[in-house]
């Protein structure tokens, strides 16, 4: 194929070239060496549109340009210039291109600009931006390229990818305009921006090193020099941590290695070691303790002794009984801080590695399903609200999606229940919770290594993706945290994570490991580490397979690129494991082998890169004691609006906590596996939201289980354990009206906190976990895993951005019976309406007064907890009984949004009566439609049941009441008590006012359809 000759469609020609400077201040010029190679381009053949081209057209228009016709979108590829023209063309042809959607064009990365401008006819004088990756970072799609070339035996040892946007304009653009456009077509975190031009060549690894052994005295060091130190080098170890190093170095009679120093930085983060929640903590007016969350968390799942338990708080996630010798797994993750710099990485490498934990605890788990809660600021936040340094909050929602759907998916996982909340505090650092569930046979929980087993590295190779993640997610960020903390980002390749999972599953069966675990935080460092800390460990990295050459063996030690699993495998397995792993075509290594010295060695080749004692490193990380005090905040309390109850509805029904997530959801692939036993969505038009979901994993056995999670920001704000107590509350009714059974329902802690330096910041969290503590011994629902992210803090000068704390809970319930599982949405027209709970004038921190920009006062707390779980646990003797057809929990926006919810996914109504509703005190109506008063659930009697199930309740004189009845008009009507109604508003506006916010995805919201400040 020749380079064709074109036209141009503008009617002004220009040159972009000396507009290229616009962008010096947001992108970075492409440092790649100049080396000749193939570059294919590949784009939709007419008359096919590309389905991104409109939305880029948008972008063009809202920056005030002028396009003159439709932008060109270009699939880039780059292959080794050694390659024949025949060859470059036959990888286009039968790999690179659909021959049915799409043409390309083959040209050469020398290309002269005349060149490159005929290369597209009718787009010859457009405006090219050219992205691509920057050296080092990783691109899954450039693995797949090369795999497929082997298949042709097309011989390219190297690939690369980018994309182009051909522009045609009718004027040339501002460097104003043209800076804002490059913005928003490219992270420069992780990509580089060329304009017009074609790439310059295959991409390089970004840097190459000879270092060897590295000392780093440390003697005579003042206190500020070993601050000043650690923060260079990014140690993230404070003052205190420092002078401990030093003084055990000095005792040694050395100097440490730079391996060493992060070897111990590594394992001493925040990240990894928990200093805060397992440190001294002294409350002013309170209980001091020696190990918080040993004397909290983990005590209370000891008091409950619940005998379904069968690992907590020991391993890489929580197992719990299942089956018949089958052992569910629960693990919840945060990637916050890489998800702040790059979404869609941060996300995805967060899902990635939640799946890595699960596949790493015991002898390996297989994950069943995947969940998410996502916290950020306003998608429509105005754009000079946005913080210099930050993403806006628009295209942070957009990418951490992505980054969920594009590894979820690929993995064959599906993603099966989530949530997002919005508050403008979580501008600068959103928080991205990932979790997997898995199932692993009993037999196969316990784990260890052995002195002897061989350690041996499988998956992914190492790169400089993702250095120093541990220790930059254990820092506030700032404004200047973007760049410089950019090589902590990840990129993952879920294809390579699931043909690990496979080769995995195989060997575990076949008994070929002691021992495994996943490469997370740290790298090699902390899992070769942690795997060795009873008994010890040699490792030799010079055999660790490199992405390329130039690592210097510190890096190889600490990288956190992803998709690599460590296994202690016996000596004589060693062969049969490597056969296995092969098979899959996974690559393996042995990196060493676990030995009894209790020691940590590290050598490159014959070099001693570092000699730790195990003891040192995992235990002698300071403990100073940290003071906490909690202050009440000064709040008035909140006036109601005057605006009519219909109206407030539809305003609440848009609060980007409550509106349609289908946009989103229906991205995710929630009937892979084919388990789906209760979906995401509920009602005859899967269109309602559903409350969790209900996984069925044994074909053709009736038990499985729920999945659900509860997260309430705003209450944080006026009571931290308000907060606390509403996220397991919430967590718990959630898998209760899927038919979970309260007394088998296991749940995970994960704290997001700002600085626990600061002793209000602390106090709170200790008052967080003091609540759910007490509450969970009540519900006897036992902790088995958990996880803490601190320091959620965004810094810009003097301006410090605190998160309001979040204490997330997820919830793993047993469903006995999955024939009886509820609909979230109503089923039968004509059925009995129960409310179950009282209802109190509880509006502070609520949606209603979210609406309406106040907070109030007071916000709701578990008044009664043995009625609470009585409640819950009677309603699932209900459920299974099969007298239940629908169940509700009451949460964000009270009785009328969970009324609206059932009735959207069913497509009629209902009417109830304000008066029938049981209430405690002085509740009005606003009270009685928007209170989030908790541990409330609206329920719908299957059909000649009522009886029964009033009989039920009654016996254990719950609190509850018929309400109303489920109708065929296709409306939801509120009576007053004189007959006048308080609400009537039809199904189909209720609907259009819940699915707007997000019916097009964040991006649309955003003012001016800008992307980016």
């Known amino acids: 194929m020749t380079l064709p000759c074109g036209s141009n469609t503008a009617e002004k020609p220009w040159n972009p070239g000396p507009c290229a400077s616009a962008l010096a201040s947001t992108s970075r010029r492409c440092n790649i060496a100049d080396m000749d190679a193939w570059c294919i381009e590949v784009a939709i053949r007419p008359p096919l549109e590309d389905p991104e081209a409109p939305r880029l057209r948008e972008f063009v228009e809202a920056l005030g340009l002028e396009p003159a016709g439709p932008p060109l979108l270009i699939r880039g590829y780059v292959l080794p210039a050694s390659l024949e023209r025949a060859a470059a063309e036959r990888a286009a042809a039968e790999l690179l291109a659909d021959p049915v959607s799409d043409r390309f064009r083959v040209a050469h990365s020398g290309a002269s600009p005349e060149e490159t401008a005929a290369l597209w006819p009718g787009f010859g004088k457009a405006l090219r931006l050219t992205v691509r990756r920057r050296p080092g970072v990783m691109d899954p799609v450039v693995r797949s390229v090369l795999e497929g070339l082997r298949e042709l035996e097309i011989a390219a040892d190297s690939a690369g990818r980018y994309r182009s946007y051909l522009l045609p304009l009718r004027e040339a653009p501002s460097p104003e305009q043209l800076k804002r456009l490059g913005a928003s077509l490219h992270n420069e975190v992780i990509e580089e921006l060329v304009v017009g031009a074609l790439p310059p060549g295959l991409p390089t690894p970004g840097g190459s090193s000879s270092e060897g052994r590295v000392e780093l005295p440390l003697t005579g060091l003042s206190e500020q020099e070993l601050v000043k130190l650690s923060q260079e080098r990014c140690f993230s170890l404070n003052a205190i941590e420092m002078l401990q190093v030093q003084a055990k170095f000095e005792e040694l009679g050395r100097a440490p290695t730079l391996t060493e120093l992060e070897t111990i930085a590594q394992t001493w983060s925040e990240h990894c070691k928990h200093k805060t929640l397992t440190g001294r903590v002294e409350m002013e007016g309170g209980r001091s303790y020696d190990n918080l969350l040993k004397q909290t968390i983990f005590e209370t799942t000891v008091k409950i002794d619940h005998p379904f338990c069968v690992s907590v708080f020991d391993d890489n996630a929580g197992v719990i009984e299942f089956h018949e010798g089958d052992c569910l797994c629960i693990k919840v993750e945060t990637h916050n801080h890489p998800s702040a710099i790059e979404p869609f990485g941060g996300a995805g490498t967060g899902v990635g590695g939640v799946i890595r934990d699960v596949m790493g605890t015991g002898l390996g788990a297989r994950p069943l399903c995947n969940l998410d809660v996502f916290c950020v600021a306003s998608p429509d936040m105005p754009r000079s609200e946005v913080p210099n340094g930050c993403l806006h909050p628009a295209r942070v929602l957009d990418g951490i999606i992505a980054g969920v759907r594009d590894y979820g998916n ?16 979580f501008v600068g650092n959103p928080l991205v919770y990932c979790g997997t569930v898995g199932i692993l046979p009993k037999d196969k929980v316990p784990k260890a290594a052995k002195p002897g087993d061989r350690i041996l590295a499988a998956g992914g190779r190492t790169g400089r993706d993702g250095i120093h993640g541990a220790t930059f997610s254990s820092i506030e960020l700032t404004d200047e945290s973007e760049m410089l903390s950019s090589g902590a980002v990840q990129i993952g390749d879920p294809i390579q994570e699931k043909i690990v999972l496979d080769a995995q599953l195989e060997a575990r069966d076949l008994g070929l490991y002691d021992a495994v675990t996943d490469c997370g935080a740290g790298g090699f460092s902390s899992a070769i580490g942690e795997m060795g800390e009873k008994i010890g460990a040699r490792v030799h990295l010079e055999h660790a397979p490199l992405k390329y050459s130039g690592l210097t063996p510190t890096e190889i030690w600490i990288s956190e690129a992803q998709e690599r699993m460590v296994y202690a495998v016996p000596a004589d397995k060693v062969e049969s494991f490597r056969e296995v792993f092969e098979r899959h075509e996974v690559e393996t290594a042995v990196l060493g082998e676990f030995t009894d010295t209790g020691r940590l060695e590290i050598y490159f080749e014959d070099t001693l ?172 629902t036992p902790f088995v895993s958990g996880k803490d992210s601190l320091n959620n803090e965004f810094r810009i000068g003097e301006r410090l951005i605190s998160i309001p704390g979040c204490l997330l809970v997820s919830a793993l319930a047993i469903v006995p019976e999955l024939d009886q599982v509820p609909d979230n949405a109503f089923v039968h027209q004509g059925s009995a309406l129960y409310l179950l709970g009282t209802t109190r004038q509880e509006l502070g921190g609520s949606a209603y007064l979210a609406a309406i ?22 309603l699932h003797e209900c459920i299974v009984d099969g007298q239940v057809a629908s169940a509700h929990d009451l949460a964000e926006g009270g009785l009328a949004v969970a009324l609206s919810e059932m009735a959207i996914g069913a497509e009629f109504g209902a009417g109830i009566e304000l008066a029938a509703i049981p209430s405690e005190g002085e509740v009005d109506e606003v009270g009685k439609l928007f209170s989030e008063s908790l541990g409330r659930i609206l329920i719908e009697a299957a059909p000649g049941r009522e009886l029964e199930l009033e009989e039920a309740l009654r016996s254990r004189d719950l609190s509850f009441a018929r309400v109303g009845t489920t109708s065929a008009e296709a ?17 189909d506006k209720i609907e259009t006012a819940w699915q707007a916010p997000l019916a097009k995805g964040p991006l649309p919201c955003i003012p001016d359809m800008e992307t980016q400040r």
């Open 410 to 425: 690929p993995m064959g996982i599906p993603t099966v229940t989530g949530a997002v909340h919005v508050h403008d505090d």
């Open 609 to 780: 890169l570092c000699d730790l004692s195990m003891d040192f490193l995992h235990n002698g990380v300071p403990r100073p004691t940290r003071k906490a005090r909690w202050s009440p905040p000064a709040l008035s309390p909140a006036q109601p609006s005057d605006e009519s109850h219909e109206s407030m509805l539809l305003k609440i029904l848009a609060d980007w906590g409550i509106c349609s997530k289908e946009w989103i959801c229906r991205q995710y692939d929630h009937e892979v596996q084919g388990y789906s036993g209760a979906k995401p969505f509920s009602g005859t038009r899967q269109r309602g939201p559903g409350d969790g979901s209900v996984l069925a994993p044994k074909p053709g056995v009736p038990v499985g289980f729920a999945v659900a999670t509860g997260l309430t920001p705003r209450y944080s704000l006026l009571d931290p354990a308000a907060m606390a107590e509403a996220a397991l509350d919430e967590a718990l009714r959630n898998v209760v009206v899927r038919g979970g059974d309260p007394s088998r329902c296991a749940v995970l802690d994960n704290y997001c906190w700002g600085n626990c330096d600061d002793p209000e910041q602390l106090g709170r969290l200790v008052r967080a976990t003091e609540a759910i503590c007490e509450l969970a011994l009540q519900y006897r």
């Open 853 to 874: 920009e106040q907070i109030g006062d007071t916000a709701p707390r578990v008044h009664d907890s043995a009625a609470s779980i009585a409640s819950y646990r009677t």
């Open 971 to 987: 409306r939801i009507i509120v009576e007053r008590e004189d007959g006048g109604r308080a609400l009537d508003l039809p199904i």
